[in-house]
């Protein structure tokens, strides 16, 4: 297995993407993946329900993806799909089976050599650093690298003029992070040392974030922490899940700046009035000089996702618990 080592090597596997695209007739896209790596794809979910007028799209866990066989998935279709390290199986047996029903199958991971990436027509690679860290190169990262794919495609089949502007925004990414960092690194620690103890901590977004808060839930509090929680759509946040709010249940909610922020805002004055324990992060704080003023509602998502990783990291270190820490995955058979 072997890691990427330069952002040259990335651009050049995004060309030859480009130039399938411009090969192909694309009618519908399938994101697929499973657990953090799907969690990744709802911004880009969101983009095409916003953006596209020809090309439709919907997002499956990898399994669920083969067993329920969607009629749609033919030639017609991009099928993108992402695993970190390329080894999660569900996912190469996607990508397999994307590719017998005669789909466009594109991988994205943090390696250039993987099961996945021999089951798949192509694969992009992108930059990756552990919770708390700096990349140097953000305008590669995951979410970077989904953007540019469906931006991509936007610009190839329908003439949308979006790629470019985010091309620019990409480059003004690092400086972005670096002023996010300054503004919560203090926040982040504090929150740590307040809420090591915690039992379980509940997370809320909607539109382009809620892929960020279920991250964060299944990912950095269930999995990494072992701290009990749950992803709410602030949607359906008045639909049952608000019963459960008194002033010892904590709360996650990130605000952003797309188009659902009012659903966001809706459940935000809901917990100032019935709850106590809210961290509440709004993308309308942040300095985002150098982001397109039409991206900035698809940018929040990737600055959001940046804080709650500096919060997970303090709170790995308050509770003296590894991110890295596992008794299940990897160690026993499932």
């Not at 466009?104 to 021999?118: I, N, R």
Request: hydrophobic share 40%; aromatic share 12%.
């Amino acid at each position: 297995m072997t890691y990427l080592g330069a952002s040259a090597k990335t651009l050049d596997q995004l060309e030859q993407v480009f130039d399938a695209f411009r090969k192909r007739d694309i009618r519908r896209v399938f994101f697929v993946a499973c657990g953090g790596s799907s969690a990744l794809m709802y911004p880009s979910k969101y983009v095409l329900d916003r953006e596209a007028r020809t090309i439709t799209s919907d997002l499956y866990s990898s399994n669920e993806f083969i067993h329920r066989n969607p009629a749609t998935l033919g030639p017609d279709s991009l099928v993108i799909l992402c695993s970190h390290k390329g080894m999660t199986p569900e996912t190469t047996e996607a990508a397999r089976f994307a590719k017998s029903k005669g789909a466009l199958t594109v991988s994205l991971m943090f390696v250039d050599t993987s099961p996945l990436a021999e089951a798949s027509d192509y694969i992009v690679n992108y930059s990756w650093v552990p919770a708390g860290g700096d990349d140097p190169h953000p305008e590669i990262m995951n979410y970077a690298i989904f953007y540019r794919i469906i931006f991509g495609l936007l610009e190839i089949k329908e003439g949308n003029p979006k790629y470019r502007k985010l091309l620019d925004s990409l480059g003004h990414m690092k400086a972005v992070l670096d002023r996010a960092r300054a503004q919560y690194a203090d926040q982040a620690r504090a929150y740590a040392r307040e809420n090591k103890d915690e039992k379980w901590i509940y997370t809320m977004a909607s539109g382009a974030n809620y892929g960020v808060a279920y991250s964060f839930a299944i990912c950095m509090l269930m999995e990494m922490q072992w701290i009990h929680s749950h992803a709410i759509h602030a949607g359906e946040f008045f639909h049952g899940p608000f019963e459960i709010v008194d002033e010892s249940v904590p709360f996650i909610l990130l605000l952003g700046l797309d188009e659902t922020r009012p659903l966001e805002e809706r459940a935000l004055a809901f917990l100032k009035t019935y709850g106590k324990k809210l961290l509440a992060l709004d993308a309308k704080t942040l300095d985002l000089t150098g982001i397109d003023p039409d991206l900035r509602g698809y940018i929040a998502p990737i600055v959001l996702n940046f804080i709650l990783r500096l919060f997970a990291a303090e709170l790995a270190e308050a509770r003296n618990h590894p991110l890295t820490t596992r008794r299940y995955m990897f160690k026993v058979p499932y």
